[in-house]
């Protein structure tokens, strides 16, 4: 099957049309594993294409060349060097004192809401 045959059997399948209408389409030139097989090579070759283009990895494999920065480095020799505070916190790994989000989040007063009929009602 080539990469046209393919693009289009891709498109008719994307419509609704069913593998025996495209089979029909073609004039049974291919089987429905064959109009697979060549839907599967397409995406295939069209990530290969676009990992290629944009420089990104494959997928399961990491750079080969990667090296953390140093202040992450450092902040978890900092983290690893803290005695955690329970059993749990070592097992399940909770955060320390002053990591956690809740330890982070800045508490705002609620403004006062005036209600606009307490001005008639108890004015002066």
Known sequence: MLIKDARY???MRRKGISFDEIVKF?????????IVD????LRRTERQYYHATYAIPPRGRKPTNYEPPSVVVEDREQRKNLV???LTALICGDPLPGCSALDRREFKPRSIIRDPLDDLLFSD
């Open 9 to 11: 059997a891709r498109t």
């Open 26 to 34: 073609f004039d049974g030139k291919f089987t429905v594993d064959q």
């Open 38 to 41: 060549g839907m599967c090579e």
């Open 84 to 86: 955690p505070r329970s």
